[in-house]
């Protein structure tokens, strides 16, 4: 069955960085594009991106521009999310997703806490 | 603000009717964009719970029905259940964004 693990809670301080994993597994890792989301506490949900494990390609959403990074790794079937620049209002939870057609989204991540503190 | 706009909260109780709204515009929803809906309970991931518009995966069970018309779409929930009881998020693409967008998020209560 499809499955996707992502790593443990992260806290940082503002003004520094963070990188976060989603191993995936129970489907062709190249079949389907995969999105990061947020959910910030008591908020709904946000968007972040999109990364095509095949050819890595990515596109953010614009908020996030030249703060993220997505990539992947092939090999281990791993999706990461790097955030710079952290601020106290990037506290939330972060989900990876599988992706389906333009787009709905049939897999998630248990996600990730990110609490930036000082 | 969220480009998607329901109801914070709607209830009923057990064995009845309750609809969720979804209000978008000519960007998203009016452009000819799916409606997808999600169940979340507190402290766990999202579930998918419709796609494009009015079809359900495998397993969630056929109380839950949605509908879209023009810029807006409704989840409808019928006999409703106290394991009904969670927030439901309506999301489909906007155009002009080209990103996924979401609604705030829905409430329901089981009274």
């Known amino acids: 069955q499809v499955q ?23 489907y062709t890792f190249n079949d389907f594009f995969m999105h990061w989301l947020r959910q910030a506490p008591g908020q709904g949900l946000e ?15 614009q908020g996030f521009r030249g703060r993220v ?7 281990t079937r791993t999706l990461y999310l790097e955030l710079d620049s952290l601020k106290f209002e990037d506290t939330a939870v972060y989900y990876c997703a599988r992706g389906v057609e333009l787009y709905y989204f049939d897999h998630w991540g248990q996600g990730t806490l990110l609490t930036v503190s000082s | 603000q969220s480009l998607l706009t329901q109801p914070p909260s709607v209830s009923g109780a057990p064995g009845q009717r309750v609809t969720i709204s979804c209000t978008g515009s000519t ?9 997808h809906w999600y169940q979340q309970f507190p402290g766990t991931a999202p579930k998918l719970l419709i796609y494009g518009n009015t079809n359900r995966p495998s397993g969630v069970p056929d109380r839950f029905s949605g509908s879209k018309s023009a810029t807006s779409a409704s989840l409808a929930i019928t006999g409703l259940q106290a394991e009904d009881e969670a927030n439901y998020y309506c999301q489909s693409h906007d155009r002009s964004l080209g990103a996924s967008v979401f609604g705030g998020g829905t409430k329901v209560t089981v009274l």
């Open chain 1, 4 to 26: 996707l693990v992502q790593s443990g809670a992260e806290v940082r301080k503002p003004g520094a960085s963070v990188k976060l994993s989603c191993e995936a597994s129970g």
């Open chain 1, 47 to 61: 968007w972040m991106g999109i990364i095509n494990p095949s050819g890595g390609g990515t596109s953010y959403a």
């Open chain 1, 69 to 75: 990074i997505m990539t992947r790794d092939t090999a």
């Open chain 2, 27 to 35: 960007s998203n929803i009016g452009a000819g964009y799916d409606v």
